[in-house]
């Protein structure tokens, strides 16, 4: 049988989605907390109206351009996370420029530190990552 390139299928790797933003969507009636986490192949570039203000929590409903948006995830979860948008102190050009996270899993009411560690999660944390730190804490993707 002759070689034929045109009958070999070539898979397409996937772009490498990158942790752009997290939005606190509400609680819901379980009591969980219901997150989106929102991500992007072009980290550099990803932008929205208001992101230079400081802090973030002057702003009402920060959101990002959708043209930046690859792929937009839903979390559930009981842990209560503290978001950077709802920050008195930071603006969002501080997670892109990694002084801070966009998110971190709230330890104040806890009794002791967790002994797998604080969900924190900075800005441009790869997809996978990002899914596996969850997964630690039993906590899947949508």
Not at 29 to 53: A, K, L, M, Q
Not at 66 to 78: G, H, I, M, P
Not at 89 to 109: H, M, P, R
Not at 113 to 127: H, M, S, T, W
Request: glycine share 6%; aromatic share 14%; hydrophobic share 30%.
């Amino acid at each position: 049988m002759d070689y034929n390139p045109e009958n070999e299928t070539q898979e397409a790797e996937d772009p490498t989605l990158y942790l752009c933003f997290v939005r606190h969507v509400g609680k819901e009636t379980g009591g969980e907390h219901r997150y989106e986490f929102i991500f992007s192949e072009n980290p550099d570039v990803f932008w929205g109206e208001n992101f230079e203000y400081k802090p973030c929590g002057l702003c009402n409903e920060l959101i990002p351009d959708v043209k930046y948006v690859d792929k937009t995830s839903v979390v559930r979860t009981l842990i209560n996370l503290d978001i950077v948008t709802d920050s008195n102190c930071f603006s969002f050009q501080d997670c892109t420029d990694g002084i801070v996270a966009l998110a971190w899993e709230n330890i104040d009411d806890y009794d002791e530190y967790p002994d797998e560690g604080r969900l924190v999660f900075p800005f441009g944390e790869e997809y996978d990552d990002v899914e596996r730190k969850l997964a630690l804490k039993h906590v899947f993707i949508d």
